[in-house]
């Protein structure tokens, strides 16, 4: 699509469909802004009342256009856009753009006329953008189609960032940001619902373009994820960061989605964890959004190694250091050479640390400002640097413009220059040192360093990626249609010895069909042993009296049996068992949750996290990609907030996590490598020094062959 796209954002003639002479209309709009761009191609004009606009002649229809205009624009309503495109298509026109709304974000008759245009741009193979769109500006060659009223944008000589959102209004917020800081915009599209050109087109048109350094993205759904994902690794090898923001988190955000651009989001939480998986920058808040992209303007490809704190307050120093931990941003001891340097510029009080506060040296000698900084700046501890000061009186500002500003300018590294205060008024040389210098300028030192642990954990993810490879191990399994041909939720007891079959530990034990099999099989494994009531239907059995622990000899299991026996039959009447299954009961440990799922859009991602009941009540867990390897997985566990507990918490002894690490790759394994599998959840995995064993296990498959039918 990156050729089609070449006639839509660097078109050499343009049609606007619908124009008059009204002063409001949408096709003014649009005149208006190539005039002001000076556009020096062929504009033609269509309109059904006027036979000239503004001194341009204009033509009744677009069978009178010349053949093969580049790009038409439809500033037309929607009921005469269908019938405009097929005749746009019968004057080769090679793009088309489409502002009308009324389509898939309307309902389903709206998604039926969206479907239309879709099959009438194939059938005459156009590029069409939109509907429901306010079209697209390209800044670097002076093309606005768009009804918006915009300026031509200085900025854009340079390579830039490119904007690609589904709504019109936070393109134009991702751009205003840009521009409020001076920054090179390269494109910024808005591309609607998407019935033909999806925001993945126009990523990897920004991809293959030279003018193109970060791409800034806004998603409301991402449509076609897998090749989402294979962009992400190209932009990753083109060296160029995507930054994404993306709704979804909450249910009621999905469903304003629906209702706004036809979106059908996907699972956010398995989205998100791909997407970093592959080191596209997931913002969390449009705040960041904006904050991370003049970082990484500057430095596409940060470092992997924490971040260098500087100020000249002992209060801004502990806001720090809790913001930190808060954003799990790693604040790295200074080197030695570092530590001795900076000694000997400040007095004995002031500790030589990270983060620094150089105390009140600067009001002295204000040059000492920039001397510090470039030692702190120069340490290989830190691939990062943030300078948070004060404004103070306008000569201190001064001093700042002179000496503060040039310094982090200097730095080879991922910088920031934060001048607190909020809204406090600044110094004109302050402003336009900061400025000049292209040095990222914040207000707020909290978004400063939620923006450079984005920054930080996306140059992690570059080298991580750099290090690692893809697992592509297949699980030895017997195929899913042969254990389990009736597919669905499938009985614990047969999911775990599937499962088994594939390396997974589980107790010793087997199923009972009645009370004295129960007994030769405790006999067998040995007491204490655990009961549980097996059944398709019964995925969660101690919700129905179904389990039975610590049974320590043959009469206290003769006597559970009648229990569970009496609890289940109480709970769930009419639910026929397929038997009791008997364990030796699990060792002491961690009770850790091991689980995939396979979301229909985004494919598998495993999780794993704390456990047993804790899992529903702290959701510690951590998503990865089902081919992530034993070094990911273990890099995972260490981000848990119970990471603690696994290390050994209070004399306990460590987890086996390399243990762990296997557990979780085979299940990835096995999402990978068996389609049909769902969804695995091994709730609990109780973990100790001496490895891992699987208390319980749910597999849910696809339905079986009669169930397809």
């Known amino acids: 699509m990156t050729s089609s796209l070449t006639s839509l954002l660097q078109p050499r003639s343009i049609a606007i469909v619908g124009v008059s002479a009204e002063a409001r209309s949408l096709g003014g709009f649009v005149l208006d802004n ?3 761009f000076g556009y020096a191609g062929d504009i033609h004009l269509v309109s059904r009342n006027a036979t000239e606009v503004r ?209 059908l989001t996907g699972d956010y939480a398995t989205a998100c964890a791909l997407l970093r998986a592959e080191a596209v920058v997931v913002t969390e808040t449009i705040d960041e959004l904006f904050d991370v992209l003049p970082i990484l303007l500057r430095h596409p490809q940060p470092p992997d190694a924490g971040l260098a704190f500087v100020t000249g307050s002992g209060a801004m120093k502990n806001v720090a250091l809790d913001l930190a931990q808060d954003l799990g941003l790693d604040l790295p001891a200074f080197t030695d050479a570092t530590v001795q340097a900076l000694q000997a510029m400040l007095p004995g009080y002031a500790v030589s640390e990270n983060p620094l506060d150089y105390t009140t040296v600067a009001v002295r000698d204000p040059a000492l400002m920039g001397t510090l900084i470039d030692a702190v700046a120069a340490d290989p501890q830190c691939g990062c640097l943030i300078v948070s000061q004060m404004g103070g009186s306008a000569m201190n500002q001064r001093d700042k413009a002179q000496y503060m500003v040039p310094a982090v300018a200097r730095a080879d590294k991922p910088a920031a220059l934060v001048i607190m205060g909020d809204d406090g008024p600044l110094a004109p040389e302050l402003l336009q ?202 890099r995972e566990l260490d981000r848990l907030k119970a990471a603690a507990m696994l290390k050994g918490l209070r004399g306990q002894p460590p987890v086996d996590l390399r243990a762990v690490a296997r557990v979780v790759t085979l299940v990835g394994d096995v999402m990978r490598t068996v389609p049909q599998v769902r969804e695995i959840d091994i709730n609990p995995v109780m973990a100790s020094e001496d490895g891992v064993v699987a208390l319980d296990a749910l597999v849910v498959c696809d339905p079986g062959e009669e169930g397809q039918a």
Not at 80 to 94: I, Y
Not at 175 to 198: D, F, K, W
Not at 256 to 261: L, P
């Open 433 to 634: 040192a900061a400025r000049d210098s292209g040095v990222p300028f914040f207000r707020s030192p909290d978004r400063a360093m939620r923006a450079m642990a984005l920054v930080r954990a996306y140059g992690r993810a570059l080298q991580e990626l750099r290090q690692e490879g893809r697992r592509t191990q297949a699980a030895s399994l017997p195929p899913v249609r042969e254990a389990f041909p009736e597919g669905g939720t499938v009985a614990e007891y047969r999911g775990k010895a599937w499962l088994a079959q594939a390396g997974l530990p589980v107790p010793r034990g087997a199923l009972a069909t009645d009370v004295e099999a129960a007994v030769h099989i405790a006999r067998d494994i040995g007491y204490p042993v655990v009961i549980k009531a097996q059944a398709a239907a019964l995925p969660h059995k101690s919700d129905a009296g179904g389990v039975i622990v610590g049974i320590a000899d043959e009469a206290a299991l003769r006597a559970a049996w009648d229990r569970l026996v009496a609890n289940v039959k109480q709970a769930r009447p009419g639910l026929v068992l397929d038997g009791v299954l008997v364990e030796a009961m699990g060792r002491k440990g961690v009770e850790l949750v091991v689980g995939a799922r396979r979301d229909p859009l985004w494919g598998p991602v495993v999780i794993v996290g704390l456990g047993g009941v804790w899992i529903e009540v702290l959701k510690d867990v951590r998503l990865l990609p089902a081919d992530a390897d034993e070094a990911q997985v273990l």
């Open 55 to 263: 001194g341009r002649p204009c033509v009744k229809s677009v069978s009178e256009l010349p053949e093969g205009v580049d790009v038409a624009v439809l500033t037309i309503p929607e009921s005469a856009v269908l019938a405009t495109l097929h005749e746009c298509g019968a004057r080769g026109v090679r793009s088309v753009v489409v502002f009308a709304a009324g389509y898939a974000e309307a309902g389903e008759e709206g998604r039926r006329k969206q479907d239309a245009l879709a099959a009438a741009a194939a059938r005459h193979g156009i590029a069409l953008a939109g509907p429901n769109c306010m079209g697209l500006t390209n800044f670097r060659d002076g093309i606005p189609l768009t009804f918006e009223t915009v300026d031509r944008y200085p900025g854009s000589e340079v390579p830039g960032v490119s904007i690609v959102a589904q709504s019109g209004a936070m393109a134009n917020n991702i751009r205003e940001s840009l521009i409020g800081r001076g920054l090179p915009i390269t494109c910024a599209v808005s591309t609607g619902n998407e019935a033909v050109l999806t925001l993945e087109d126009y990523i990897e048109h920004f991809i293959a373009d030279r003018s193109t350094r970060v791409i800034a993205v806004y998603a409301e759904q991402i449509r076609r994820p897998q090749k989402f994902l294979e962009l992400a690794r190209q932009a990753r090898e083109a060296g160029k960061p995507i930054v994404l923001s993306m709704i979804g988190r909450s249910e009621r955000a999905r469903e304003a989605a629906q209702s706004h651009t036809g979106a």
């Open 34 to 36: 190539l005039e002001r």
